[in-house]
C-alpha cells in the first residue's frame, strides 16, 4: 500500500481503501486491527448470507463476513487477490472479506461530504460519506453500521 505524504494534523484522517463488488470504500485506519490473506474459513451453518465463515487467527476465533453481500452488491470474488480486513467489534474480532486492497489515504476531515442515499446499489445506511479524490469517489464505510447485525 502506499502512503499519501502529508503532515499529519488532527484534522486529517488516515483511509484503508479497498474493493468490493466494483466499488472503491473505504474505513478509517484506526479501526482496523490487521489485514490478511487468511482463507482457512470454516463454514457456519445456519449463519446469515454474508457470513462466509470462521478461522482461527493465532487461537482468536475470528468471524468472516462478505463485504460484498453485506453491502448489499456483488459478492466477493474468489481468487488470489482477496484480503480479510480484520476489525475489533465489541471486543470481537470480525474480518472483511473484499475483492482487492488499494491504497492508505489521507484526507481532512472537511472533505468527506455526506453519503447519498444509495452509492453504486449499496445500501447508503453503510456509508458514512463519500471523499472525492482527483481520480475517483470512495465511499468511507460506516463500520459500526455495517457490524450491527
Request: proline residues 3%; negative net charge.
Amino acid at each position: 500500500m502506499a502512503v499519501t505524504n502529508k503532515d499529519n494534523t488532527s484534522n486529517d484522517i488516515e483511509f484503508a481503501t479497498f474493493y468490493v463488488g466494483g466499488a472503491l470504500c473505504g474505513i478509517d485506519i484506526l479501526n482496523i486491527q490487521e489485514i490478511n490473506k487468511n482463507f482457512e474459513i470454516t463454514n457456519v451453518p445456519q449463519a446469515s448470507d454474508y457470513v462466509e465463515g470462521i478461522l482461527n487467527l493465532r487461537g482468536r476465533i475470528v468471524t468472516i463476513i462478505d463485504l460484498g453481500r453485506k453491502l448489499g452488491l456483488e459478492p466477493v470474488n474468489k481468487d488470489k487477490d482477496n484480503r480479510n480486513i480484520i476489525v475489533n467489534s465489541d471486543d470481537e474480532h470480525i474480518g472483511l472479506l473484499v475483492d482487492s486492497i488499494s491504497d492508505v489515504v489521507l484526507a481532512q476531515k472537511s472533505a468527506i461530504e455526506p453519503a447519498p442515499s444509495n452509492i453504486g446499489g449499496a445500501k447508503g445506511k453503510f456509508f458514512q460519506g463519500v471523499l472525492k479524490t482527483e481520480a475517483q469517489l470512495i465511499g468511507i464505510l460506516d463500520i459500526d453500521e455495517v457490524l450491527r447485525d
